[in-house]
């Protein structure tokens, strides 16, 4: 059977910031600019391009690690985007 994929597309309002978007559409901020190709902050009425990820979004703490919250670094890149982890991040957690 063919997958379609459906994209879901946003237009920033003004004054949003990329991370209230993000926690807006449970997704890593991470993953918003590598999709969307971002090099600077997104501006009011620029159109984004929302992930559409499987998986529970999830704030690291102190112990996590990207094995223990995704199987292994591999899938936390492939999840999140972003070699980048830090406690208090939001991250995409395999399902």
Same mark, same amino acid.
């Given at each position: 059977? $063919?997958?379609? /994929?459906?994209?879901?597309?946003?237009?920033?309002?003004? @004054? +949003?910031? =990329?991370?209230?978007?993000?926690?807006?559409?449970?997704?890593?901020?991470?993953? $918003?600019?590598? /999709?969307?190709?971002?090099?600077?902050?997104?501006?009011? @009425? +620029?159109? =984004?391009?929302?992930?559409?990820?499987?998986?529970?979004?999830?704030?690291?703490?102190?112990?996590?690690?990207?094995?223990?919250?995704?199987?292994?670094?591999?899938?936390?890149?492939?999840?999140?985007?972003?070699?980048?982890?830090?406690?208090?991040?939001?991250?995409?957690?395999?399902?």
């Amino acid at each position: 059977m $063919l997958k379609t /994929v459906k994209r879901q597309f946003y237009q920033v309002k003004k @004054g +949003q910031t =990329l991370k209230q978007i993000a926690n807006y559409f449970s997704v890593s901020e991470f993953l $918003l600019v590598k /999709v969307n190709h971002l090099t600077s902050p997104p501006s009011a @009425g +620029q159109i =984004l391009q929302i992930p559409q990820e499987s998986g529970n979004v999830y704030t690291v703490q102190e112990g996590d690690t990207k094995t223990l919250l995704c199987g292994s670094e591999e899938n936390y890149f492939t999840k999140n985007g972003t070699d980048v982890f830090y406690i208090g991040m939001r991250v995409i957690l395999s399902t």
